[in-house]
């Protein structure tokens, strides 16, 4: 009978069954119903790990399948089915309302029309021509390129010239840049920041070197740079 109670659960996930109580969106940026947690307590069972979470004000359960979480983490759904008064057998504790939810994440799910403009934006570009000189506690572009998984997580800096800019996409300014160096699509870099910058001005950015970046959907890029500094030189 348990068997079968735990599969009817299941069932109910995937079959996509939303909680009617779901949030508006977080942001124009993230997919519609999402909705943002913020885990205050959590105890661990054999298949799932429930958690007390806080969402504007008012707190309640969620159970997930089992996984690391800390207390104080933001987490992001769309999908949950309640259930009263259910009693987990290996906790020996009966929830008043828990929502099993399926599609637990750390990192909002976009929102596709905006996936879409993300692709655009970090789609194939034509090298311009530039020459810059290079920092000299700097990266080239085609540095970057190449030497990417070691610098994979490492703050790096580069100077180079603006050549795309699209603002405000997720959050984030999207920042083209080409100092010159590089060929056969490693001489463009894409830069994500919040500071503003424009078109044709010589700028040096630092940030974060991120790999084989995937935003879902089958937009996934090579080499960013994220989360940079980027100020005119």
């Not at 958690?51 to 969620?62: M, S, T, Y």
């Amino acid at each position: 009978m348990k068997k079968l109670f735990y599969f009817a659960i299941v069932l109910f996930l995937i079959t996509g069954c939303e909680n009617k109580e779901q949030t508006e969106n977080i942001n124009q940026n993230t997919k519609p119903g999402t909705r943002a947690v913020t885990v205050t307590e959590k105890l661990d069972a054999s298949n799932y790990t429930y958690l007390n979470v806080e969402e504007n004000g008012q707190k309640f359960w969620i159970a997930v399948p089992q996984m690391e979480v800390k207390e104080g983490e933001t987490l992001y759904f769309t999908k949950s089915m309640e259930m009263k008064d259910f009693k987990s057998e290996t906790l020996n504790k009966t929830f008043e309302s828990v929502l099993f939810v399926e599609d637990i994440s750390r990192i909002p799910q976009v929102n596709k029309e905006q996936l879409s403009n993300v692709h655009s934006v970090v789609g194939s570009a034509t090298k311009e021509n530039i020459k810059v000189e290079p920092l000299a506690d700097g990266y080239t572009i085609e540095k970057i390129f190449s030497e990417k998984e070691s610098l994979s997580g490492k703050i790096v800096k580069v100077k180079g010239v603006v050549v795309k800019v699209n603002s405000q996409i997720m959050n984030r300014n999207w920042i083209h840049l080409q100092d010159g160096t590089g060929a056969q699509g490693n001489f463009d870099l894409m830069v994500t920041s919040n500071d503003e910058v424009e078109v044709g001005q010589v700028v040096v950015a630092e940030g974060k070197v991120t790999v084989n970046k995937d935003f879902g959907s089958g937009y996934s890029y090579a080499v960013l740079l994220e989360e940079a500094k980027v100020k005119p030189e």
